[in-house]
């Protein structure tokens, strides 16, 4: 094989190739509450939003499914980037993730406002 066919065969291999994502460091459904309870909360009324491998969706935001891009440690919690696309955007949305306790997690969306979200049952 000469070079030129075996770049030729290496950009194929990299363009076919997926693209490998970050996975968020906190998983399962969420309900945004400000409860303190030390028990997973009934979250069937709330807005939920569920984090699954390199995936997070959200029950009451304008867009329902994000993946994630990266995820960097950061002041105690982790900066988070992702990326969403609907019929006409493709944008990435960025925020603060930080672990209150086993029971509570803060997204602090930027620019937007902090959730405060509790675990679901």
């Known amino acids: 094989m000469n070079a030129k066919t075996a770049c ?67 002041g105690g919690g982790w900066d988070v980037v992702d990326a969403f696309n609907t019929v006409q955007i493709q944008a990435r949305a960025r925020f603060t993730l930080r672990k209150v306790d086993p029971m509570r997690i803060e997204m602090d969306m930027q620019p937007g406002p902090e959730l405060k979200l509790h675990k679901c049952k």
Do not use: E, H
């Open 8 to 74: 030729f065969a290496a950009m194929l291999c990299a363009l076919g190739a997926p693209a490998f994502a970050d996975i968020y460091p906190v998983s399962g459904r969420w309900g945004v509450s400000p409860s303190t309870d030390k028990n997973p909360i009934d979250c069937s009324k709330l807005r939920v939003i569920a984090f699954n491998g390199d995936q997070r969706t959200d029950s009451g935001g304008g867009v329902p499914t994000f993946r994630n891009v990266s995820v960097t440690p950061a």
